[in-house]
Structure formats: structure tokens, C-alpha cells
């Protein structure tokens, strides 16, 4: 099976080279797609050299799968030729996840959502991939009214130049900047563009991605996002209120069975998630969790995850061996 990963010279289609060794996909060849000024190098790949491809070459290759994590302007410009060549595409970037038909994908949450004849999936924003994790389950038994959520988001969602601007500023150096202000001991209220109606772009991606990939038509949903100075792992605030009644000892048993979920919620033990034992592991972690006793039927709780993993790269490769499991590709 040939699989090509577009943007494999990047944080995260590093991470993706990393996941497919280590979930032993099925890969017969792989084909490392970067930059014109990364074709020739070579990437290590189950300890071998690979040499780096240009996108051009790997339509050429017509691969079984695409996995792009190269940025919204290159995925709109060839997730389509790879489509039309019969090469199912998992798109990392934001260029495909709202458009109609196009499924946007979760796999313990909406796998139905695969279609064998639609060729472009998209892979959702990092923050809204491990909120849907934590929530389907509960949805599922009590059904959601409202979300709201805010979130502390790792300058590693930005990527690898953020991470110097943060280590930059930590050691006293004046380099180049990608935030419009200092991240070190900082926290910035403001993750993307801001939009006409005074919110993000990240933002928007997580109230309108949360309804399309749950179904939540009726389901009322505001983000407020924050990006903090930590590297790898984004948190999560998230108050929830649904249309029954619950016991928190009846969120617990819900939570302790829901697949990608690991339950850490024993604050007598100081044990609650955190980016630093969320880092380099693929569950969601959940905990804190209590009711609000402002609302009724509501919940408050603690969500935290590796960006680069599940909220990125594990999420992709997972949407990739459904296709396999469906006998899809081969």
C-alpha cells in the first residue's frame, strides 16, 4: 500500500511518520511529500532513508492515501488531483472541514460518517477533536443542550516557529515573533484571525465543526480560545449542560468505558489531566468533574490531550485504518 504524507518534514507530519511505525499500518511505500526546497533530502522512515518528493511526483505514484498536514492552501490546491486519481485524502488543514459532503471525522464519534466514494476526509481542529472524544459518550445517554468551553491551547497548535519565539523569549533573545505579542509568562486571548462578530477563527472551527461532526443542530455551542505558554498538550474547560438528570458516579461509569477516553478524577490524590502526563499518549483525559450547581443538569469538567497526536496526527492515521478495516484501500 502506498501512502504519501504531504508536509512530512513538519511538526506534525513528523508525528505522522512516527504513528504509522508505530501502529504498524500496512504502508508498502511510503512517498515523503514537502516543500520544492525539500525535494531530494531524505527523511528516516523504519530506520531507512526515504527520499523527499514533490506533490507532483506523488500524484504520479497514485498512492492508496494522502495524508496532508501542509496547510490550507495546499490542500485546496491538490487534495482534488489525488481524489480524482482514486487516492482517499485526510486533510489536517481547515480547507475542507465545513465544506458540504465532505466528511470531518472523529473516529469514536462519527465513523458512519465515512463514505467509500467520498475521496477528501477531513480531520478536525486539534481542540475540537478531544472535546467530541469526552462529550459523545455523555451525549449519548443524556443528550447535549449547550456547550460552553474555553480553552489553554500549547504554542506547539502554532508550530515549530512559535516554539522558538517562546524559548526565544525565555532565554532573553530578540527573534523572529509569529505572536503580536510576547508568549513567555503570558497568556493571549486569541488563536487565529478575529471574524466581524468579535470571535476567532479557532473559535468558530470548534462550535461549527462540534455540531456538524455530533449532529448537533438544536445544540446551543460558545468557545472562548487561549493560547498559554506549555509545549504539547492543549486543556480544556468545558461546562456542559444536558436535557436529563445525572449522577457525577454515572458520569464516571460512562466515561471509564468510552473508547480514547482515559478517566483521571481523584482530587484528594492531586490526580487530574495535565499536557505534561498527556504528552506523547493518545487518549483524551478527563477529569475534574462536578456538577453546576448554577444550571441544572450541567457539568463541568477538565479535558486535555496531545495536539500533536490525538488532536492531529493519531486522529488521521485512525481515520486511515478504518479505510483499511472497510477494505477501502489495499
Not at 460552553?148 to 523572529?176: C, H, M, W
Not at 483524551?284 to 450541567?298: A, E
Not at 490531550?305 to 493519531?314: E, F, P, W, Y
Request: hydrophobic share 40%.
Amino acid at each position: 500500500m502506498k501512502v504519501a504524507v504531504v508536509g512530512a518534514t513538519g511538526l506534525v507530519g513528523t508525528k505522522m511518520l512516527q504513528l504509522l511505525e508505530e501502529r504498524q499500518f500496512p504502508v508498502t511505500e511510503l512517498l515523503p511529500v514537502a516543500s520544492e526546497s525539500s525535494v531530494g533530502k531524505t527523511i528516516l522512515f523504519k530506520n531507512k532513508p526515504v527520499p523527499v518528493i514533490s506533490l507532483a511526483e506523488a500524484v504520479k505514484n497514485k498512492p492508496a492515501i494522502a495524508i496532508f498536514s501542509a496547510g490550507g492552501n495546499v490542500s485546496k490546491e491538490w487534495a482534488q488531483k489525488f481524489a480524482e486519481i482514486g487516492t482517499y485524502v485526510i486533510d489536517n488543514s481547515s480547507a475542507w472541514r465545513m465544506e458540504p459532503g465532505v466528511p470531518l471525522v472523529v473516529p469514536e464519534v462519527n465513523p458512519h460518517h465515512l463514505q467509500q466514494d467520498k475521496f477528501i476526509i477531513a480531520n478536525p481542529n486539534c481542540s475540537t477533536i478531544q472535546m467530541v472524544v469526552a462529550l459523545k459518550p455523555l451525549h449519548d445517554k443524556l443528550e447535549l443542550k449547550r456547550i460552553v468551553v474555553s480553552t489553554y491551547q500549547s504554542v506547539t497548535g502554532t508550530g515549530q516557529k512559535a516554539v522558538t519565539q517562546l524559548f526565544n523569549e525565555r532565554k532573553g533573545i530578540d527573534g523572529p515573533k509569529v505572536y503580536p505579542h510576547p508568549i513567555d509568562l503570558n497568556v493571549l486571548p486569541h488563536i487565529d484571525v478575529f471574524l466581524e462578530n468579535g470571535y476567532t477563527k479557532e473559535e468558530m472551527k470548534m462550535m461549527l465543526e462540534t455540531k456538524k461532526i455530533m449532529d448537533l443542530t438544536d445544540t446551543g455551542i460558545t468557545a472562548t480560545t487561549v493560547r498559554i505558554p506549555t509545549i504539547g498538550g492543549h486543556s480544556e474547560s468545558i461546562n456542559a449542560t444536558f436535557k436529563s438528570d445525572f449522577t457525577i458516579p454515572e458520569i464516571m461509569e460512562l466515561l471509564k468505558i468510552a473508547p480514547g477516553v482515559t478517566l483521571q478524577d481523584s482530587p484528594i490524590n492531586n490526580l487530574y489531566p495535565m499536557p505534561l502526563t498527556a504528552h506523547d499518549k493518545d487518549d483524551v483525559f478527563v477529569g475534574r468533574l462536578r456538577k453546576d450547581d448554577s444550571m441544572p443538569n450541567t457539568l463541568n469538567m477538565w479535558v486535555v490531550s496531545d495536539n500533536l497526536r490525538k488532536g492531529a496526527a493519531t486522529n488521521a492515521i485512525q481515520i486511515a485504518e478504518l479505510l483499511v478495516k472497510y477494505q477501502w484501500v489495499r
